[in-house]
């Protein structure tokens, strides 16, 4: 059974960088499918934040792309979100996800099958 | 940008049928997703490509699709239905993902 486990600060400040990192057990990141981050903000809807290739490609979602970075590190089977200048409004639950690639009329088209719990990132001095 | 339109809310008594309705410009191209979102929890896959049911989701979950608009259709809704449904797609491209804004589901 997958499992993934986000983990990092609850608690960051403006202006500062917001890190997450989230461990993945059941299924060996190197062995293929992207990888994805998406946040929640309290009472709001789901926004996905990004996706990594277990070989380093990503997808960023425009909106964000200017202050995110996703990484991975495949020795630890695990994969990282870094935003960067947060401000009250990048206050959410940030949950991680196995983004499967399945080819639909000739095009490969992705989605979230299996979802870490999530975890609550406030940003406030 | 890449848009999925959802009503805000859906209300049903139980036993009645709930559609829940996703409009987007891609989705003749691309299939729609549907996510239950129950309250404190991780999103469930309850439909993919358009109208498949993952193992374990109840047969009354039901999903079609035609032109721009996508359908999740709950049958005999149940009180434990209640939840937030979020459809998903991508966009033309197939690399950026996108959510609906979400449908709250009130059973009562």
């Known amino acids: 059974q997958v499992q993934l486990q986000e983990s990092g600060p609850g608690l960051v400040k403006p202006s500062e960088t917001l890190s997450l990192t989230c461990a993945v057990s059941g299924y060996s990141i190197s062995s293929g499918y992207y990888w994805g981050w998406i946040r929640q903000p309290p009472g709001k809807g789901l926004e996905w934040i990004g996706s990594?290739?277990?070989?380093?490609?990503?997808y960023y979602n425009p909106s964000l792309k200017s202050r995110v970075t996703i990484s991975v590190d495949t020795s630890k089977n695990q994969f990282s979100l870094k935003l960067s200048s947060v401000t009250a409004a990048d206050t959410a639950v940030y949950y991680c996800?196995?983004?499967?690639?399945?080819?639909?009329?000739?095009?490969?088209?992705?989605?979230?099958?299996?979802w870490g719990q999530g975890t609550l990132v406030t940003v406030s001095s | 940008s890449y848009e999925l339109t959802q009503p805000p809310s859906v209300s049903v008594s139980p036993g009645q049928t709930a559609r829940i309705t996703c409009s987007g410009d891609?989705?003749?191209?691309?299939?729609a997703y549907w996510y239950q979102q129950k309250s404190g929890q991780a999103p469930v896959l309850v439909i993919y490509?358009?109208?498949k049911r993952p193992s374990g989701i109840p047969e009354r979950f039901s999903g079609s699709s035609s032109g721009t608009m996508a359908t999740l259709t709950i049958s005999g809704a149940q009180v434990e239905d209640e939840a937030d449904y979020y459809c998903y797609s991508t966009d033309s491209s197939g690399n950026l993902r996108r959510f609906g804004g979400g449908t709250k589901l009130t059973v009562l």
């Open positions: 996800a196995r983004d499967v690639g399945t080819m639909v009329r000739g095009v490969i088209i992705y989605y979230f099958d299996y």
């Open positions: 891609a989705l003749p191209k691309k299939y």
């Open positions: 990594i290739y277990h070989s380093g490609s990503t």
């Open positions: 490509e358009d109208s």
